[in-house]
């Protein structure tokens, strides 16, 4: 991967990237909000601490069914380059009617064990208590959530990302409102604190399943590929998506869960320590989320290519893709190394949380610019269907490697939270390299799904 650009790959890829990493670069708006607004709430020690443990638990559950969003966008990109488009509407079907059978099944669940899950990691009940309810609600709103992310696949493997665009804003400006209004209170509405910020993510999930309804019903999609005119269940279409999906679920737990207890670690050592260790993760978002933007598009691109038996335009998309996230990255990190104090001001004004989150800033900042061409790459590879290869690396990487250094660092050895942090940059360097070392061996282009 060399460090200029190929233009004429360039425009294709930012046309399909672009609107992907404008839709994420909202959710990271709205994360980085939502935590200003709860760091602003009486206690925000306790609230943010809480916050850090229920939404990252949250997001350990709903993203091993979000992969949904993986399987479709693989599945339906690969017919889109075929041009078997009622075969990628028959696709969409099976999706929705999973991610009905999974809300139902996880959400009741969910609702009633919130506060058993947050307590097992919590060090302080405060904690535990504080961040029931914004979980509840979490789960509350996971079955209109599992529809949009396989709306969200279905119309960025097709390539219209300006779909996933337009619903991103619908969605995450409603969750801004309905978080200052629910949080704070208004129009006579009581303030509910960090529950009512999870109640705004299940309103704006509704919205969100709205939007998509009406888009789908639009004549050039309904007419093209004929999804609710064909509304069956189909086996071989399920057992696709769930081959595709299962291991990248697998991958997404792992990730969110060694978060979690990576948190639990950071609340070891301290309730402060476990408040900045949410800052930090928030503002980490900014780099994360636009990346995954990167890799959307690329997975698009990648797996259309395959469709149609293009190979080498295939790896080159994955190429590019992951030079123009490394740009973005590096000029973001800059940002977190050489001003952090303003990056941590618009999550918290702390003053403790704020001392304590500006050197663990400036590591995380260093670190995730090697991260693009991991998560980039690694979205290619699962659009040829490497997904399992993928999982492996993320169990070695970041269980392996990262949570023991963490624990051992930071507990073992007493060097605080900066020493749990600096465990960060070996994580994320192993897994860029042994992903871009499966990538450069082109093996996976001849995958079949």
């Known amino acids: 991967m060399g460090l200029l ?5 360039t425009r294709t890829v930012l046309k399909i990237s672009t609107p992907a990493v404008a839709g994420l670069s909202m959710q990271m708006v709205v994360t980085v909000t939502e935590t200003a607004m709860v760091g602003r709430l009486t206690g925000a020690n306790i609230v943010l601490a809480a916050m850090a443990l229920a939404s990252l638990a949250a997001w350990a559950i709903t993203s091993a069914f979000s992969s949904l969003a993986t399987g479709t966008h693989v599945l339906v990109a690969r017919r889109s380059g075929s041009r078997q488009h009622v075969g990628a509407g028959d696709v969409l079907n099976n999706s929705l009617l999973l991610s009905l059978f999974i809300g139902l099944l996880v959400g009741l669940p969910g609702y009633m064990f919130a506060y058993d899950f947050i307590d097992f990691f919590a060090a302080n009940p405060d904690v535990a208590k504080a961040g029931t309810g914004y979980m509840q609600w979490r789960f509350i709103g996971i079955g209109f959530f599992l529809f949009v992310v396989s709306y969200r696949g279905f119309f960025n493997g097709i ?17 801004i409102v309905f978080n200052y209004i629910l949080i704070f209170g208004g129009f006579g509405i009581a303030a509910m604190g960090l529950t009512g910020a999870g109640l705004a993510v299940a309103l704006s999930n509704v919205v969100g399943w709205l939007f998509f309804i009406g888009a789908t019903f639009l004549p050039e999609y309904r007419k093209t590929y004929k999804y609710y005119s ?30 979690l207890v990576f948190a ?26 636009p990346c995954f933007g990167f890799g959307m598009g690329a997975q698009t691109l990648v797996g259309q290519s395959l469709g149609n038996h293009e190979y080498t335009l295939a790896h080159r998309y994955g190429l590019e893709a992951a030079r123009l996230a490394t740009y973005f990255t590096i000029l973001l990190g800059l940002l977190f190394i050489l001003i952090p104090e303003a990056v941590i001001s618009i999550i918290t004004n702390d003053p403790e949380v704020t001392a304590i989150a500006r050197p663990v800033l400036q590591i995380a900042g260093a670190a995730q610019m090697f991260y693009a061409s991991g998560i980039v790459l690694a979205h290619a590879l699962q659009a040829a269907g490497a997904t399992v290869y993928v999982m492996w690396v993320e169990v070695l990487t970041h269980w392996v490697i990262f949570l023991p250094a963490s624990y051992v660092l930071g507990v073992v050895l007493g060097a ?34």
Do not use: C
């Open 5 to 9: 650009p190929d233009r004429a790959l």
């Open 159 to 175: 390539g219209h990302t300006k779909v996933f665009l337009y619903s991103a804003i619908i969605i995450n400006v409603s969750n």
């Open 230 to 259: 064909k509304f069956s269940l189909r086996g071989d279409v399920l057992n696709q998506i769930v081959r595709i999906s299962l291991p990248v679920s697998f991958q997404n737990i792992l990730i969110l869960l060694g978060f």
């Open 264 to 289: 639990a670690i950071a609340g070891y050592i301290g309730t402060t320590e476990q408040a900045a260790t949410q800052v930090v993760i928030s503002a980490l978002f900014m780099s994360f989320l």
């Open 416 to 449: 605080g939270l900066v020493g749990a942090w600096l465990a960060l940059p070996a994580y994320i360097i192993a897994y860029s390299v042994l992903v871009y070392a499966k990538y450069r061996r082109g093996t996976w282009l001849h995958i079949r799904v």
